[in-house]
């Protein structure tokens, strides 16, 4: 009976042990999907993944790369909408990213490729050859929402009570008013 605990007790250390190791290994290789006569991948998040789809890169005559400019460094987007149409306006890949990076095993041919974050469409031409490998990065500028956000994250950017750029309607040199104009508390 004692026997059996210790060895149930092993067997999940074991499991607790291994498990981490084993999602990231099914993390570092996404899987390949298929629309029509197209191959693709999609992923990049995290490291080790990111590597991996660098690494892969090579093997796709397409790579496409979703950015989003930030302070104090670009990010990587994820779940953007990709569509790629070649020259007679067909559909050949219609997808969401799962990270970053999207690979594509495309004919050889021009093509549209539309890419959607949250409503901003970007749009680019392709021009796959073969044995040719072709990089395309969109990237996205913050909002005007995210910019006012990231500047209220950011105290030493205020003025000392003068104005706030953060605010809609501030113009430089203009005093920042904390109540009515009149002056009353309501």
Known sequence: MKLDSILGVALMAAA???LPAVAADSNVSPAQGTQGNVSFVSGGVGEDE??????AAAGYPLELQFVQKATPRDEFLA??????TDRSKNVVLDTVTTGPFLLAKLPSGTYQVEADHYGVTKRQTVDIRSGKHQRSVFVWMPSADENRQSLLEQPDRFDGGRGNPALPGHRPGEQYRRGPANGSPH
């Open 16 to 18: 607790i042990v291994t």
């Open 50 to 55: 990111a590597a991996a789809m660098k690494s």
């Open 79 to 84: 779940d953007v909408k990709v569509r790629i």
